[in-house]
């Protein structure tokens, strides 16, 4: 049964344009093609940037970001309360109104107090301003090095000045160990990615990033497994050109360094508006789709890789539209506002909203002492005491 599958997962027909078979791609002493095995190697490669990754983190960017001022809020943390907390991690962190009205009872608490309970608690589980500063560190420097990397490699490669040498002599391209390890680092650092994914902050747009990190080893694993060396790393390259200006711009607004990260925002939404929607599709998407033809009949890996290429455009315009409206903001405004995929505090504002609630309240209930006392009367006399005073010249502000 493992045989049939095997046979047939690794059919030339899917892997290879028509008239090519694996016998084609033999290698000798000479030259070496891509081997499906060696994606094996950045699995340990992945658990290795993992280790350098928290080493990184606890020796050089949590040092830095106290250097750099960089405060984590303090939080007021949630009571001990063994029936909100067995609601909290079997059930839901966000009750319902029924939910926190029946919670209320069994607790024998005020249902302000049971939401203000859920409110610090999810707060407790947010990721701290020293996390994400560390974070973004690590990314930055990776992506600094990814791109030079990358840059390095391509600098004098033929298909990166013209497009259509990706396709010439496709697919008896030999690798070349540059591009190797390039490939290597790159899907090394996406599993990387996926493993650290539960312990890294979770930010709105998780489900997309989720959807994002797949599409992309995906596809760079098929790229190598298919031979398309040559196209995946000017799609790593151009990923890479825009992440290099995104981290830095998170570190600086973790510091709250405005001018200088309303700054690097706007060279971030430039180089990712023009690599995403204009150096992307022509050099990539129109690339595969088009200039391949030139030279081989479409097969199911061609259809293949170009959906994952679209869906990776996809998440470019979801991105993009993110950005756009950012930009917009920041043009009104004259700030940047805070990055919309980010999950925000609870607490500032609903704290500020119970205090005004009890002040109104506080202030219902000195209103009610203050009539019941005479003060002030519905039909508009004034008390008989008042009007003693008065008499004599000797009223009294009260």
């Given amino acids: 049964m493992a045989r049939s599958l095997y046979e047939w997962l690794w059919q030339h027909e899917f892997w290879l344009p ?3 078979t694996w016998e084609d791609m033999q290698e000798s002493e000479d030259t070496h093609y891509p081997q499906p095995r060696d994606l094996l190697l950045s699995i340990p490669f992945a658990l290795i940037l993992v280790i350098i ?6 020796a050089i960017a949590l040092p830095l970001s106290t250097k750099l001022g960089v405060r984590d809020k303090q939080r007021p943390k949630a009571q001990a309360n063994p029936v909100l907390e067995t609601f909290y991690s079997t059930r839901r962190k966000n009750p319902k109104e029924g939910e926190l009205l029946s919670l209320a009872k ?3 608490l005020p249902v302000r107090k049971v939401e203000k309970w859920f409110r610090h608690r999810r707060n407790m589980d947010r990721p701290s301003l020293s996390k994400k500063f560390s974070e973004a560190c690590w990314r930055f420097t990776f992506y600094i090095i990814s791109f030079f990397t990358g840059l390095a490699v391509l600098y004098d490669k033929p298909w ?7 396709w010439t002599g496709y697919p008896q391209q030999p690798l070349q160990p540059s591009l190797f390890w390039y490939y290597m680092l790159e899907l090394s650092f996406y599993w990387s990615l996926v493993f650290t994914l539960p312990f890294d902050v979770k930010r709105k747009d998780f489900k997309e990033q989720i959807v994002h990190h797949a599409a992309t080893i995906f596809l760079i694993s098929f790229s190598y497994c298919a031979n398309y060396i040559r196209i995946g790393t000017l799609v790593m390259v151009i990923h890479d050109a825009s992440d290099c200006f995104l981290e830095p711009t998170k570190i600086f607004n973790y510091m709250k360094w405005k001018k200088t990260c309303d700054s690097l925002f706007m060279i971030f ?3 990712f508006l023009i690599s995403r929607l204009v150096i992307y599709p022509y050099t990539v998407l129109y690339n ?6 030139e030279i081989f009949q479409p097969f199911f890996g061609y259809y293949f890789v170009n959906v994952l290429l679209i869906i990776l455009q996809l998440l470019h315009v979801f991105w993009s539209c993110l950005i756009i409206h950012m930009v917009y903001k920041f043009i009104l405004q004259g700030t940047m506002e805070k990055d919309m995929r980010s999950d ?3 607490s500032d504002k609903d704290e500020e909203r119970d205090k005004i609630r009890e002040k109104e309240k506080n202030g219902i209930t000195c209103f009610s002492n203050v009539t019941s006392n005479g003060y002030i009367q519905r ?12 008499a004599n010249g000797h009223a009294k502000e009260r």
């Fill in 160 to 166: 990166l000045w013209d497009h259509r040498e990706c």
């Fill in 269 to 271: 939404s430039a180089v």
């Fill in 53 to 58: 990754r928290c080493a990184f983190e606890r």
């Fill in 18 to 20: 028509p008239g090519i």
């Fill in 106 to 108: 069994q607790c024998d």
């Fill in 288 to 293: 595969t789709y088009y200039y391949s033809m």
């Fill in 344 to 346: 925000t505090e609870e």
């Fill in 379 to 390: 039909n508009g006399s004034e008390p008989l005491d008042n009007r003693a005073h008065r």
